[in-house]
């Protein structure tokens, strides 16, 4: 089935704005924020409890069926730190944003990290593992790095995905 809005992921390492970007988008295009962290507790998508890390793990297979239905009708920005379990044929745009050390560790100590689930996460960044898993799952002309260390990166991405979704929406015309 043809979708008349498209899909959009919004990942990257926590606290490079994932969440902020995915509110404006959805206010500003009418596409629906889906909070996958918040799918996975509403809709009992969990899998335990990693102590090391101090997070719930995801049982990936019941997220996908818990959002299946949704998704597949298009319309959505889905907000989260992967992508790659995502099928192809779901996505239309993947939206890698990025920040640096510096700005992250901040921004995670300030959410209060522990020590090991901070450095995790700085080092997922620092070797741009979420980037690489973006570009390893989906075809290249569909992913896309922006950079968000300030207020004014974060305004010109969502100007500039809000221009994407305009051409994709004049590209397929709804039936």
């Known amino acids: 089935m043809a979708r008349s809005q498209p899909n959009i992921i919004i990942t990257g390492t926590p606290g490079v704005g994932k969440t902020t970007h995915a509110e404006l988008l959805a206010q500003n295009t009418g596409l629906t924020h889906l909070s996958i962290n918040q799918v996975v507790k509403e809709r009992s998508c969990r899998d335990g409890w990693d102590e090391q890390l101090q997070t719930w793990m995801v049982d990936e297979d019941k997220l996908l069926d818990a959002i299946e239905d949704e998704v597949s009708q298009g319309g959505y920005l889905i907000d989260w730190h992967a992508c790659d379990l995502f099928p192809r044929s779901w996505i239309d745009l993947v939206v890698v944003?990025?920040?640096?050390s510096m700005h992250l560790y901040d921004r995670l100590n300030a959410r209060g990290y522990n020590e090991a689930k901070l450095q995790e996460n700085l080092d997922s960044e620092i070797?741009?593992?979420?980037?690489?898993?973006?570009?390893?799952?989906y075809d290249e002309e569909c992913v896309v790095e922006l950079w968000s260390k300030t207020v004014e990166d974060m305004e010109e991405n969502v100007e500039r995905i809000e221009q994407w979704v305009e051409s994709w929406r004049k590209e397929h015309p709804e039936h």
Request: glycine share 0%; hydrophobic share 45%; net charge negative.
């Open 97 to 100: 944003l990025r920040t640096d």
């Open 127 to 137: 070797m741009e593992v979420l980037l690489e898993e973006a570009r390893e799952a």
